[in-house]
């Protein structure tokens, strides 16, 4: 039999299992609609068949001999009720959220499948297969519109405002909160010229090549420049949801990979700017020199503003758990609650709200791992990794979802254009930005690397949410603008998220190092600190070192003692701290090379005992 689990392995078995399951769910969630709409159909005929009984019999007992003795009819008491309109917005997410799981679960138990395919091609493959059989049973139960049956469960589609509020920022929290903060600051500057620069280039760029193609008669409307910028602003940028859903997989060293995540994450405040500027120049009659000024001066505006606004969030979180040492049970939504109220503070006032969830994120593991028990930490570590995975998961299946529509503009030229033009102008912008960085870089970016950052810049969810923001009252090529961005995210997806594994292996691309730095590292990382500080601070020279250490003085002296409840260093010294985990460890290891406690002494037994169980929670509490 197909499904006999008795000739194959426990995990192609399970695998089965798991595909059957979702596909069960996949038929219930589309029918279930139908089933109440049907229901509620039947109660309403129903109702009304009572009414008119009701009418008939009081308009004859009035019509009578003038009887006071009238007849009315009631509904009689039902034992049992079917209401899905009262629960199906929750219903229909909480299957979402069902259905993604299991997805998970399905794919990690197929090893050779996952070695092959991103999680992200399957589960919006997934998604399309759920967009069909939603499409088919509107059609099948014959949908007030055969046009687009689709626009009449939204449930089944991303929403922007859904994306944007709800979806997003705990992936940008996960990743700004655990960020390696070292890390990300040593690159900041060829970060930014990534994200800024080379954003700009690949929006004008790609803009006017669409723009040059179209005015040339190659597509099948002429659309016209600003409108061209637009769709290129939108599409230009690298998807911070995308980098992270390939990048964690292929493994890649620290380097390379807070230099392309770290793009994705800044560059949003370019893509903002860049949107809404060409969207409002578009719409304007005519431009004057006032209103370039004023878009260029809201580049700085939108992203400082994210910055400040994600800073000062975390800092009062940090204020906050301060006096949390008797409530240690609302620590961590106090991290949850703030950064979220930073991220929309940030979009209220129009400002970068992924930059403001960034930051903010950056803040809090700061001052805030200082101030909040050890079980907080976890709460917080795991509740963000289970909430961020399952927000990714569910996004990435709502895109295939929201594929399957009638309303796509097939131009086959504009969308090849497109396509050919992102992956050209992003290798030329990396390759030249890259030469100018390498000059004031110590640690160089090889020609391997620079092809990873060209290859790895992946765009995603944002760009589909920004193309189905437009306003088709204005713009009348909206449609063909999302059917292209669909496609180009599709692509980077599934060619450039499927090739770039076997590329890096072929590459012999420097992969990221297992395991967390040895206490002999932190000592040698930190003596080399001071060290250049000291040199950079004798030869008059201020770079990296010389800012670290001057930061790090005036933290300790002035932010610290405000924002922590008692001073670091009383409560352990790193040092020691590092020092009982390798003892522990010791032990750890002692006992499973088969040494018994059974020949010690009863207190030296016990004592070893205890010291492993220590262990054990302290690495549980590490992770």
Request: charged share 15%; hydrophobic share 50%.
């Amino acid at each position: 039999m197909i499904w006999s689990c008795q000739e194959t392995s426990m995990g192609t078995c399970g695998y089965r299992v798991v595909t059957l399951g979702v596909i069960l769910v996949l038929i219930f969630t589309v029918n279930i609609h139908e089933v109440g709409a049907s229901v509620a159909k039947t109660q309403l005929e129903n109702t009304g068949v009572v009414t008119t009984q009701s009418q008939d019999i009081d308009a004859a007992a009035t019509s009578g001999h003038g009887s006071s003795n009238s007849t009315t009819a009631h509904h009689r008491y039902h034992v049992f009720h079917f209401d899905f309109d009262n629960v199906e917005a929750a219903y229909v997410v909480s299957l979402w959220i069902f259905i993604a799981s299991l997805a998970k679960i399905g794919f990690h138990l197929n090893n050779k499948l996952s070695s092959i395919f991103p999680e992200s091609c399957l589960l919006i493959i997934l998604g399309i297969i759920v967009g069909i059989i939603v499409y088919l049973a509107l059609l099948y139960n014959g949908s007030p519109s055969s046009a687009n049956p689709a626009q009449y469960s939204p449930q089944y589609s991303l929403n922007a405002k859904t994306f944007f509020q709800f979806l997003l920022p705990p992936i940008i929290l996960d990743a700004g909160y655990f960020m390696p903060n070292r890390a990300f600051f040593n690159n900041i500057g060829t970060i930014l010229l990534y994200a800024v620069i080379g954003t700009c280039w690949n929006a004008a760029s790609i803009g006017l090549t669409l723009w040059g193609i179209t005015s040339l008669g190659l597509t099948s409307s002429e659309i016209p420049l600003l409108h061209c910028l637009v769709f290129s602003s939108l599409i230009s940028a690298v998807d911070p949801v995308a980098v992270l859903a390939v990048f964690e997989e292929i493994h890649v060293n620290e380097q390379l990979h807070i230099v392309v995540f770290g793009e994705s994450l800044l560059n949003d405040a370019v893509t903002v700017v860049l949107y809404h500027m060409f969207m409002d120049y578009a719409l304007q009659d005519q431009l004057i020199v006032i209103d370039i000024f004023a878009g260029i001066l809201q580049f700085f505006v939108v992203g400082i503003g994210g910055v400040l606004i994600g800073v000062l969030f975390g800092l009062f979180c940090a204020f906050i758990t301060k006096y949390t040492a008797h409530v240690r049970v609302i620590e961590p939504i106090f991290v949850f609650l703030l950064a979220y109220l930073a991220y929309l503070t940030a979009e209220m006032f129009h400002l970068s709200g992924i930059m403001a969830l960034t930051f903010c994120g950056i803040v809090m593991k700061n001052y805030v791992v200082f101030n909040i028990s050890e079980k907080s930490q976890t709460t917080i570590k795991y509740f963000l990794k289970m909430l961020s995975s399952m927000t990714e998961t569910v996004i990435f299946m709502m895109l295939g979802t929201s594929a399957v529509k009638d309303n796509h503009v097939w131009d086959v030229v504009f969308i090849v254009v497109t396509i050919v033009a992102c992956l050209v102008y992003r290798a030329i912008g990396t390759i030249t930005l890259t030469w100018i960085a390498n000059k004031y870089r110590v640690s160089k970016l090889k020609a391997v690397d620079q092809f990873v950052m060209a290859y790895g810049g992946l765009r995603g969810a944002i760009a589909f949410a920004l193309a189905i923001l437009i306003d088709d009252a204005n713009f009348k090529d909206k449609d063909l603008f999302v059917t292209a961005t669909i496609l180009v995210v599709m692509f980077t997806v599934f060619v450039q998220g499927i090739t770039i594994k076997p590329l890096v292996n072929a590459l012999k691309v420097k992969k990221k190092q297992g395991g967390s730095s040895t206490m002999g590292e932190q000592i040698h990382v930190r003596l080399v600190d001071h060290m250049m500080a000291a040199v950079e601070d004798i030869t008059g020279y201020r770079g990296n070192h010389t800012l670290r250490d001057k930061w790090e003085y005036y933290d300790n002296k002035y932010l610290k003692k405000f924002l922590l409840r008692e001073k670091q260093m009383t409560k352990e010294h790193s040092i020691m701290r590092t020092h009982s985990k390798l003892s522990l460890k010791d032990a750890m290891h002692t006992m499973h090379s088969g040494f018994s406690t059974a020949n010690m002494p009863a207190n030296n037994g016990q004592s070893l005992l205890r010291l492993i169980s220590n262990w054990s929670v302290n690495s549980f509490h590490d992770q």
